[in-house]
């Protein structure tokens, strides 16, 4: 039996017509979430058995290039075809990408599954987002969004703990094989899922855009791509002086300032009203706090001389943050407008970096670093989580494709942008065993470009 989508509105995600659709989406939301941070607590063991100790970090940027590409790709194929296609490819990549790793031998080899599973996960996302938009209504939406924030931080606190487990106990191989199954499982959960809802919605909205827009977007989704990739490769143990790698550095960021406004909502980087300061949002959000996440382990081991079971504690209560914040973002009845949840969520993550700036700079015990994490945490379960919602809202069905690459492409971009300016700073400025003011000058700055999603939130309103 069929169910009507577009007038259907009792119940929720887990109600009867949506209840096959949800637990596919939430179980593959869960493996990419899972295959993420279980990749980055083996991939110490994975370095050294495969000599690849200085390449450690091509391990991530291979990944993330790839994933850019699978984004902007995704936003194409869905105009043309619907998400469902896109979908079942992603999951096949996901898998051979997993797959590869496992059974490498060689660096190359290991880095050609990473690519793969970037590429794949890059699908995936963005093909689940516009399912979500098609499927479900907008009254079901936000509940939604709160169970695949869950288990997005499910798999954070989970994760780690199960993949230092297997990397001890098996070996690292089995983190990447373990992938393997449960993503062809999901395979015929979605297809089975197919059944149990109206999917004419999923392949019958036309696209507003045409065939030479769908082209160049292509072309420039690779060019931003192999520019954030220049730009990673550029900022590896920089130095401050002039050297071929400070060249590509700049050349990619060049790039990147080049080509993105392409893939973007046009005014986007004017801040332009509605989507365009949306997706901006998001990609502060994003930047700000993967970029000072990143370094937290960092700065509590080396500065605070903090066990790394303590520094996983402190990153775990972000996690629980996170939780809680999109549980908030999805009972409208509790909260206010919901553009006013973009303004929260970056006054909190505001909050959050100018608190770890002070730890740092004042050498306050590592324990207060909690209170920061938990208040970036809530900001992004209710700021992240929001932008989706309200991307989906303001622009029309025959726009979710596009939109929802839009919205993946900032997470992204936002993440290795953000990630690679702290890399820079830390690596030109480093002085091993006196890093306080350095990372409370690096926190401080993260902070004010968090602090700029609260603009960014107020013109959200249209």
């Known amino acids: 039996m069929r169910t009507d989508t577009t007038t259907t509105t009792e119940g929720g ?8 659709v949800t637990v596919a989406v939430l179980a593959l939301v869960t493996i990419v979430a899972f295959e993420s941070m279980a990749v980055s607590t083996a991939m110490p ?34 105009d043309r075809s619907g998400p469902l296609p896109g979908a079942l490819v992603g999951q096949l990549l996901l898998a051979a990408g997993a ?49 695949i924030s869950a288990a997005w931080v499910l798999p954070s606190l989970a994760g780690p703990p199960v ?7 098996l070996s690292w191989r089995w983190v990447f094989l373990g992938v393997v199954v449960p993503v062809l499982v999901t395979i015929v959960a979605l297809a089975r899922a197919q059944r149990r809802v109206d999917t004419s919605r999923l392949r019958e909205v036309v696209s507003s855009r045409d065939h030479h827009t769908h082209v160049r977007t292509a072309w420039a989704g690779l060019g931003v791509a192999v520019a954030a990739g220049a730009v990673q490769l550029g900022t590896h143990e920089l130095v401050v002086q002039w050297s071929p790698k400070t060249v590509v550095a700049l050349l990619g960021l060049v790039g990147v300032g080049a080509i993105a406004p392409v893939l973007l909502p046009k005014a986007t980087l004017l801040m332009g009203r509605g989507l365009p300061s949306v997706v901006l949002a998001r990609a502060l959000l994003c930047a700000a706090f993967y970029g000072g996440i990143t370094y937290v382990p960092l700065f509590l081991v080396g500065q605070r001389h903090a066990s790394l079971q303590v520094a996983g504690l402190v990153l775990a209560v972000g996690a629980i943050g996170w939780a809680v914040g999109a549980w908030y973002q999805g009972h409208d009845s509790l909260h206010l407008p919901r553009y006013r949840l973009v303004e929260v969520g970056g006054g909190l993550l505001t909050a959050g970096l100018l608190w770890l700036s ?24 209710a700021g992240v989580t929001t932008t989706t919602i309200v991307g989906l809202e303001v622009c029309g069905v025959e726009q979710h494709g596009e939109t929802s690459s839009a919205l993946q492409l900032a997470d992204v971009l936002g ?18 065993g006196h890093d306080n ?16 999603v609260v603009p960014a939130g107020q013109r959200i309103r249209t």
């Open 13 to 20: 995600p887990l109600s009867r017509p949506y209840v096959e």
């Open 45 to 78: 063991d994975v370095a050294r058995e495969l000599h690849a100790v200085r390449s450690y970090g091509y391990a991530f940027s291979v990944m993330l290039t790839a994933q850019l590409l699978g984004i902007v790709v995704a936003g194409v194929w869905t």
């Open 99 to 147: 797959a590869t790793c496992g059974m490498s031998m060689r660096l190359d080899l290991f880095l050609v599954g990473r690519a793969l599973t970037g590429l794949g996960g890059g699908l995936l996302v963005v093909m689940l987002y516009v399912i979500a938009g098609r499927v479900y209504p907008e009254a079901i939406r936000p509940r939604l969004f709160t169970y």
């Open 163 to 169: 993949s230092a487990w297997v990397t001890e106990n």
């Open 358 to 381: 002070l730890v740092a700079w004042l050498n306050l015990p590592a324990w207060l670093s909690v209170l920061a994490l938990l208040l970036a945490g809530l900001a992004m379960g």
């Open 415 to 432: 993440s290795v942008l953000g990630i690679a300016a702290v890399t820079a700073a830390f690596a030109a400025v480093h002085r091993p």
């Open 437 to 452: 003011p350095l990372f409370g000058a690096l926190f401080l700055g993260l902070a004010v470009v968090a602090l700029v």
